[in-house]
């Protein structure tokens, strides 16, 4: 059964940082692309970031563009999400997920919180 852990998230300031982790077990994790979703309070989830398996070619939604990373460790089975100027706006439960064995899994996701 693919299991995939979230950490790293936490209450920061605007303009702050934070970087999450997504650390995955019981499948082959450098074969796989691997996302990040979130999920605003009364908001449906959304994309927020992809990262591929081949040359970790990577892809961001408009709104966090410029402001976050995404990047994997693939001896680690471990990848993240680096946020830069972080705003009230992305105050959310940050998702990571892969599509393997043809479902969809999600990690129990880790909250993140934007406020002064």
């Known amino acids: 059964q693919v299991q995939l852990v979230e950490s790293g998230g936490g209450l920061v300031q605007p303009g702050e940082s934070l970087r999450l982790s997504c650390a995955g077990s019981?499948?082959?994790?450098?074969?796989?692309?691997i996302n990040w979703y979130r999920q605003g309070q009364h908001k449906e989830r959304e994309w927020v970031a992809s990262?591929?398996?081949?040359?970790?070619?990577?892809e961001y939604a408009g709104p966090v563009k410029d402001r976050f990373t995404i990047s994997r460790d693939d001896a680690k089975n471990t990848a993240y999400l680096h946020m830069n100027n972080l705003q009230p706006e992305d105050t959310a439960v940050y998702y990571c997920?892969?599509?393997?064995?043809?479902?969809?899994?999600w990690g129990q996701g880790t909250q993140v919180t934007v406020s002064s």
């Open positions: 019981r499948f082959a994790f450098q074969n796989y692309a």
């Open positions: 997920h892969v599509y393997a064995n043809k479902q969809n899994y």
């Open positions: 990262i591929s398996i081949v040359g970790h070619a990577s």
